[in-house]
């Protein structure tokens, strides 16, 4: 038991199953749970260094798989609330979104505003705080294109830091806060520059053919975001219906001579231009060539409309799903010679 200092508005509360913080819907329990809902909060929890040793920090644990029944940590659940617009201009609005605020529900904001510039990102499961850790992206657009900074509380220092843009490091889903500053800062806040008028980004294939199909003629930021929603409806399983956690693996990069050997083989192979030198290959294509789409192994499987997500049929455990991710792994290996990364976040007491 820790013992707390009194008069705490933080919550400790032990042995906390997290089956419902984890869109895998897997159940596992860890030692402590704290919800964080204010600052007051963070600033108390900065002084219980026991507490915060080990800790794991989610914001709506959709890209996390825990392969533990007990993980021996603090979860630290982020619930910082509220949004304010910081700064106008004609062209440009600056609006700061606490990280507990889900995703979606920030896109809906902003398409109700009339602002542009997170509409191809509609529906995509999680918090506003995990966007920026994982440059999520979807159908041509990443969130770093409307991040101005990101703020943060740094656990050592026990004060707030400010990230601009370039301080990110965003890249393919990954940012400095998946490297550098990992585990050291709980991100509080962060800033979007959006704009007033539209440019909007159909350059996705799958965007034109579904505002095509909805008979858009006149383009809005609400037209693309109901196209998205419609494509990720008819491809992505609801996470509150099947568990999963969007695309289990990052699309490879590989070299370009080694895209020209496989070419060779494997006629269809698509591919992405990154560089000069290397192309990217989605991984969903290569999973499906190895047999896997739709498969099913005890109670999880691949999902059979999207290679890419791993689906938890009810029972699974964290292990059985990670089991499955290395089969997957080794046989995308063995017929492409491509090395497969998880985009997932795996949580294990060994890497605590
Ligand atoms: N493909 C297959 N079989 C499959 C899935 C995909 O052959 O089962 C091939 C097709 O050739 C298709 C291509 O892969 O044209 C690309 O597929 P898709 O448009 O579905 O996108 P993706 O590359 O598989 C990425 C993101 C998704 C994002 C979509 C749309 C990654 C790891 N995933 O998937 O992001 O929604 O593009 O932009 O980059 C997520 O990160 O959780 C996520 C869902």
Not at 119 to 143: D, F, H, K, M, R
Request: a positive charge; charged letters at 25%.
């Amino acid at each position: 038991m820790w013992t707390l200092k009194t008069k705490l508005t933080m919550i400790v509360q032990q042995n906390v199953s997290i089956k419902h913080l984890n869109t895998f819907g897997i159940d596992f329990k860890v030692d402590n749970y704290i919800v964080v809902d204010s600052m007051q909060v963070v600033k108390e929890l900065s002084e219980e260094k026991k507490l915060i040793k080990h800790k794991i920090q989610v914001g709506g644990g959709s890209n996390i798989l825990c392969i533990e029944e007990q993980l021996h940590a603090t979860l630290i659940h982020n619930q910082l609330k509220g949004k304010k617009i910081i700064k106008e201009t004609a062209e440009h609005v600056w609006v700061e979104i606490m990280a507990g605020e889900k995703w979606h529900d920030f896109v809906v904001y902003a398409i109700e505003n009339n602002w542009g510039g997170v509409e191809n990102l509609s529906l995509i499961p999680g918090t506003v705080g995990a966007a920026p850790i994982q440059n999520i992206g979807a159908y041509g657009v990443e969130v770093s294109n409307c991040i101005a900074e990101v703020h943060a509380w740094n656990w050592n220092d026990k004060e707030s830091i400010k990230f601009n843009k370039e301080e990110c490091k965003f890249g393919y889903r990954t940012s400095i806060f998946k490297e550098k500053w990992k585990q050291k800062i709980l991100i509080t806040s962060v800033v979007f520059k959006l704009d007033k008028h539209h440019h909007f980004n159909t350059t996705y294939g799958a965007i034109t053919q579904e505002l095509d199909k909805m008979g858009i003629t006149t383009l809005s930021i609400k037209a693309i975001s109901d196209a998205v929603i419609a494509i990720r409806k008819s491809k992505l399983p609801n996470p509150e219906v099947l568990g999963n956690a969007g695309s289990f693996f990052k699309n490879p990069t590989i070299k370009l001579a080694h895209f020209k050997e496989l070419q060779k083989l494997h006629t269809l192979i698509p591919s992405f231009a990154v560089d000069a030198q290397h192309v990217k290959v989605p991984a969903g294509w290569l999973i499906e060539q190895c047999g896997w789409k739709g498969k099913k192994v005890g109670a999880c499987g691949v999902h059979k409309d999207q290679a890419l997500v791993l689906v938890n049929y009810g029972k699974a455990s964290g292990r059985d799903l990670f089991n499955l991710s290395e089969a997957i792994i080794q046989d995308v290996q063995e017929k492409f010679n491509i090395e497969l990364e998880r985009e997932v976040q795996i949580l294990r007491n060994t890497l605590l």
